[in-house]
């Protein structure tokens, strides 16, 4: 009896989970065989091994029991090519994407404008985008921004716009 879905090893899904366990194990910069001496052995070298190969599908109380491990949110662990956005609001509404004017940003002092233009560097350096006047965010940024802006998330729109900080082509 196994722990796995035979179904799911070797899927295009299953290689993309096991990308994504490999890239965060070398995130925090251990083997495979660190990661089962370091756990106490609940997590063999060769069965994580399997997992990251794509050729085990893991379950989800182990996956949850490897994010605590690795000390981040069991999503972090699932690829995120996969984390849609939604197309609609709660409301149904066309879901709208946020355009930060960056050379408005740049004119703006004080921490959570630092903080704001940090980040968004930061979203430059992973999309390799670096136009330097407009950077769109995503749903995920938009949560991270809310709290950088100590506003509900619901209200990023609004805030940024009220700072003169959204695009406006």
Do not use: C, W
């Not at 660190?34 to 106490?40: D, F, L, M, R």
């Not at 233009?117 to 992973?126: E, G, T, Y």
């Amino acid at each position: 009896m196994h722990d796995f879905d035979d179904d799911g090893a070797s899927s295009p899904y299953s290689r993309k989970v096991g990308d994504r366990l490999r890239v965060i194990r070398k995130q925090k910069r251990l083997s495979l065989q660190e990661v089962e001496a370091t756990s106490t052995e609940e997590f063999k070298a060769s069965v994580l091994g399997a997992y990251e190969r794509g050729e085990r599908a893991i379950s989800v109380p182990r996956l949850e029991r490897l994010a605590k491990f690795y000390s981040v949110p069991v999503d972090q662990l699932l690829p995120r090519e996969d984390i849609s956005e939604p197309e609609s609001d709660a409301a149904g509404a066309p879901a709208k994407k946020l355009g930060i004017d960056l050379i408005k940003l740049n004119q703006l002092s004080g921490q959570p404008f630092e903080m704001l233009s940090r980040f968004l560097k930061m979203i430059q350096v992973q999309r390799q985008d670096f136009n330097g006047k407009v950077m769109t965010v995503r749903g995920i940024d938009t949560r991270a921004i809310a709290a950088m802006l100590d506003v509900p998330v619901d209200q990023v729109g609004a805030r940024l716009d009220a700072l003169d900080l959204l695009f406006h082509p």
